[in-house]
């Protein structure tokens, strides 16, 4: 089967650094995914970890470690309008299917 | 460079009535997938175009059903909607098949079932 665990909420204040967690289970995988999407709007790539490490991309870096089934999102320096979801997807290999979750919310509060 | 576009945005229709949807994938990309995102969901994989044939297909029935043109665009079909069919449609589109292509997303066409 599959399987896809993240906080459904998180609360934080500017400034502040968040750590957004992601434990998968999967087979076939090739990769982790990470997408923003704020009220309304549409998902927006953040970034993608198809090997274990920190990949860092301004103030924003993804994790993942293939032997953990686990990833994370840091958000550094946050900002009001980094209020959103968060969803971490899995990549599947041959397949270019996104598996989405529900997401974590993040609350940021001034 | 022109993004993925979607049209129409908002659209209302009533049960029993049948929506086309439209999907413009981003300059260079030549695979469209569909995914219907509930309030509070995630999106949900509907099917993928590539090479204007269906490639992959999701938990969904057949009244959903879809075309790809030579110019890679897409449209999505729905009939005889029910009132669970409400929800943001998104399209996304990438390059190729494989797993490591990233897919970015259209900004969605709303839509109300009454």
């Known amino acids: 089967g599959q399987s896809l665990e993240q906080p459904s909420e998180v609360t934080a204040v500017e400034g502040a650094i968040v750590q957004i967690n992601c434990t998968y289970q999967?087979?076939?995988?090739?990769?982790l995914s990470w997408y923003q999407q704020h009220d309304g709007g549409a998902p927006t790539f953040l970034s993608y970890?198809?090997?274990?490490g920190l990949e860092e991309t301004g103030r924003f870096s993804s994790f993942l470690s293939r032997s953990d089934s686990y990833g994370y999102l840091l958000l550094q320096e946050l900002q009001m309008k980094d209020s959103a979801s968060y969803f971490c997807?899995?990549?599947?290999?041959?397949?270019?299917?996104?598996?989405f979750g529900t997401g974590t919310r993040l609350l940021v509060s001034p | 460079d022109a993004g993925v576009t979607q049209s129409p945005t908002h659209l209302i229709k009533t049960r029993g009535q049948q929506v086309t949807l439209r999907c413009s994938p981003k300059?260079?990309?030549?695979?469209v997938s569909w995914y219907q995102q509930a309030l509070g969901q995630g999106p949900q994989f509907i099917f993928q175009?590539?090479?204007?044939?269906?490639?992959q297909r999701g938990n969904f029935p057949d009244r959903f059903s879809g075309h790809q043109f030579p110019n890679y665009s897409s449209e999505l079909n729905v009939n005889a909607l029910l009132l669970g069919d409400s929800a943001l449609y998104l399209c996304?589109?990438?390059?190729?098949?494989?797993?490591?292509?990233?897919?970015?997303f259209g900004p969605g066409t709303r839509l109300l079932v009454l």
């Open positions: 996304a589109s990438s390059l190729g098949t494989g797993g490591s292509e990233t897919q970015y």
């Open positions: 999967t087979s076939g995988f090739y990769g």
């Open positions: 970890n198809a090997l274990d």
């Open positions: 997807v899995p990549r599947l290999a041959g397949f270019q299917k996104l598996v």
């Open positions: 300059s260079g990309h030549d695979t």
């Open positions: 175009y590539y090479e204007e044939e269906e490639r």
